[in-house]
């Protein structure tokens, strides 16, 4: 697979400055991702995973470096232009799930179709329906966010970063509130469903089974991206199998 790479990230920095003064979150990343592929961001807590994940999605603005979208330089882009870019193009699932508490689960579902416009309201919905029987929610289309489980509410999330056909998926600690087989069970879905969209997958995480299910890892610390053991193995194996 000759493809342009879907993320091309290089000499990424990010700073804040806040009262005690100015932090370095991120430092000198590079990173490349290819289209239908995976990848997963794995490293302790505070690191500067969900950081990176933002800017990889255009949802932030890096301080220097460069991180390439789809063929779009986001660094420089103005935030109504990545907004642009993202609503076409990315899909987000997050750990806290971020369903809006006073939509159904069908109107969560359907709000980024609306949001995008060129679909009529029918059609809008008449897509997020197939979409939440796809995930197992056909029977809690009217539905609140509260009166679903965790589970469920993940589930919503999926069908909803799903509904626009993103060609990248990015997700933060999706299964961080659920329990083990609950999480097994979305992530599983969450698999198969950028299986059968050919999105690409960029997945936070801190379990690392789940991990080793993407095709490539890549490991933060303290905000530099290294290479330790058990991750240089696994992408040994993954040259030895010509991927
Ligand atoms: N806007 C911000 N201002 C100050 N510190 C921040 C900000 N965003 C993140 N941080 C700090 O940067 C570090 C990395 O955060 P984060 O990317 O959320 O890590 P992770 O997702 O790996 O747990 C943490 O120490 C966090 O407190
Ligand atoms: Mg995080």
Redesign the pocket.
């Known amino acids: 697979m000759n493809s342009d790479p879907v993320i091309e990230v290089r000499g990424l920095c990010k700073r804040?400055t806040?009262a005690t003064g100015e932090?370095t979150?991120l430092d000198g990343i590079d990173l490349t991702v290819h289209a239908g592929g995976s990848v997963a961001i794995v490293?302790?807590?505070?690191?500067?995973?969900?950081?990176?994940?933002?800017l990889l999605a255009g949802l932030d603005s890096a301080s220097a470096g460069s991180v390439r979208l789809l063929g779009h330089e986001l660094t420089g882009m103005a935030e109504d232009q990545r907004a642009a870019l993202r609503n076409g193009s990315v899909g987000f699932v997050f750990q806290s799930f971020q369903l809006m508490p006073h939509l159904t689960a069908l109107e969560n579902v359907a709000l980024p179709l609306e949001l995008q416009g060129g679909l009529s309201t029918r059609e809008a919905f008449a897509r997020a329906r197939a979409l939440l029987e796809r995930v197992g929610l056909g029977q809690r289309t009217s539905h609140y966010p509260k009166l679903l489980s965790g589970g469920e509410q993940q589930r919503v999330a999926l069908a909803r970063a799903f509904v626009t056909h993103p060609a990248v998926l990015f997700a933060?600690e999706p299964t961080g509130s659920l329990d083990a087989a609950t999480g097994h069970a979305v992530i599983d879905l969450m698999f198969e469903l950028n299986r059968a969209n050919g999105a690409t997958l960029v997945l936070?995480t801190h379990d690392i089974d789940l991990a080793k299910r993407c095709d490539s890892i890549v490991t933060?610390e303290a905000?530099h991206r290294v290479i330790d053991g058990a991750h240089a193995a696994h992408e040994a194996s993954r040259v030895e199998a010509g991927r």
């Open positions: 804040v806040d932090l979150i490293g302790a807590s505070g690191s500067g995973k969900s950081t990176l994940l933002g933060d936070v933060i905000g």
